[in-house]
């Protein structure tokens, strides 16, 4: 799996996320953010050639695992390697910014 258009119907578990395998991005937001509209061509050109998992968590009020990677703006992508955070990109405007953090990702390999 690489980029996912549609956020996940049940939000991970934060001991779900850190026990995985594998790379994985999360991306944090909400279907009507802006900044998280503005984003999406960027995030879906890198991710779709990216071998990575790729999961879209709606945040906001009540949501834990959001607040478990002190997420405080949208979006907010989180490169993790075997559960362990490689890299961190907040409100994306340069492709390049999300190619260096999933460069990094795959560094790790």
Known sequence: MSYNETFVAREPERQE??????????????????????????IRE????????HIRVEDGRGRRLGRSFRVKLWPTLIFLRDGEEMARVVRPTDIAVIREA???LEQSD
Do not use: M, S
């Not at 996320?17 to 960027?42: M, R, S, Y």
């Not at 890198?46 to 998992?53: M, P």
């Open 102 to 104: 999933l460069a990094r």
């Open 46 to 53: 890198v991710l779709q050639q990216a071998d990575t998992d």
């Open 17 to 42: 996320i850190d026990a995985g395998k594998g790379n994985l991005v999360l991306e944090f937001g909400t279907p009507w953010c802006g900044h998280c509209l503005a984003a999406q061509p960027l």
